[in-house]
């Protein structure tokens, strides 16, 4: 945990104080001399901390009088909850997060919560784009004033939602990654599915697998391609492995080279199990090992990951590792929500997702 500018000492002191309702609405701060020894800090000091308070809608301030508590944000705060998640763009194929949403969506709609979100910050997170620390900040300090907590996509790294959480005073959860900090965070149960889906596979005479690597750097694929790592190492001697690294990123024409080459030669020796990345990949995977005449699921299976309501739409029905995403939402909104209500103080661990191995028709 980075160390505390001795100015962040007193915002969270204050906003703490408003929280706990210690500093009602409408309530004057101590004048700048007073406060200046109650912290044992300079004018200066002091006079920061004030300001950037004022300027995010916390305290109000009179010229000539002094600072003052918000009435805005007692009134506003406890209705909204800031969602930095993508942008909702079916054109982008992003069903994942879409689902994600939906449970969080219908979640705090039952608790009577709105959403806000902030525009620019979802289009960064589409591009995976996300400007720096300094800017996040200040595009949340703009909404500040009107929400109550954050839930924070997994592209916010520690050090940002730590700061953010410093300076708003205000509790958040994290969806899709574990964290250091001391903050919940909703993550998909992955590798007692995967050592689950891998003694299926061994019952059903599979003995050779290939595992597709996804290529980019997102929580759920790194934690698959770990779990896959481990499993590999458990498998019987006889049992061979082979991995396309990267396989989102190569050409098409490049991805079915490797494809055809790995698969055939693990067929030489016996019945083979494809492990793909995604449901997409694996729709892909089946076509192609059907066009060179290889026959699924009685030579080769195909397994899928994410199980989303989209991939379900096709024959064969897709065997598939199912992420409930929409559980994952409805959690997270859930924790935040009681905490914001004052229901209960959330401990700060990972929550995790049940997954489930959906069988399908192409293993």
């Not at 730590?162 to 250091?180: A, C, M």
């Not at 007692?192 to 750097?217: C, I, P, Q, S, W």
């Not at 790194?222 to 590999?232: G, T």
């Amino acid at each position: 945990m980075v160390n505390t500018p001795k100015y962040q000492k007193i915002i969270l002191d204050i906003t703490e104080k408003i929280r706990n309702g210690v500093f009602l609405p409408g309530r004057q701060i101590e004048q700048v001399s007073s406060l200046c020894e109650i912290y044992q800090l300079s004018h200066v000091t002091v006079l920061r901390a004030l300001r950037e308070l004022a300027e995010t809608g916390v305290l109000l301030r009179k010229p000539g009088i002094g600072y003052f508590v918000s009435e805005l944000q007692e009134e506003k705060a406890p209705s909204c909850v800031g969602c930095f998640v993508r942008n909702l763009w079916p054109r982008q194929l992003d069903n994942y997060t879409n689902e994600i949403f939906c449970g969080i969506q219908q979640e705090l709609a039952r608790r009577r919560l709105n959403i806000m979100q902030i525009p620019q910050l979802g289009d960064a997170l589409q591009r995976e784009e996300l400007p720096g620390k300094e800017e996040i900040v200040r595009l949340i300090r703009q909404i500040n004033p009107y929400v109550s907590g954050f839930i924070f996509d997994p592209r916010f790294d520690d050090d940002t939602v730590e700061t953010i959480l410093r300076h708003t005073g205000k509790p958040g959860v994290i969806i899709q990654r574990s964290s250091s900090l001391a903050i919940p965070c909703v993550i998909p149960e992955i590798p007692r599915t995967v050592e689950a889906l891998f003694r299926l596979l061994l019952k059903m005479n599979y003995h050779n697998f290939l595992f597709l690597e996804f290529g980019y750097d997102v929580p759920t694929q790194n934690e698959l391609a770990a779990v896959w790592e481990d499993e590999r190492k458990k498998l019987p001697p006889e049992c061979r492995c082979r991995v396309i690294h990267n396989s989102c990123l190569l050409p098409q024409e490049q991805f079915r080279e490797c494809l055809a080459v790995e698969s055939a030669e693990l067929l030489k020796t016996g019945r083979t199990a494809v492990i793909c990345c995604g449901d997409n990949t694996a729709r892909e995977v089946v076509n192609i090992l059907d066009s060179k005449g290889v026959n699924v699921p009685e030579d080769a299976g195909v397994v899928g990951f994410y199980g989303l309501a989209d991939a379900m739409w096709f024959k064969p029905n897709l065997s598939t590792l199912k992420i409930n995403t929409f559980a994952i939402g409805t959690t997270a909104a859930g924790l935040l929500a009681d905490e914001i209500a004052g229901v209960k103080k959330f401990p700060p661990v990972v929550h995790r997702i049940k997954t489930e191995f959906v069988p399908g028709e192409t293993i």
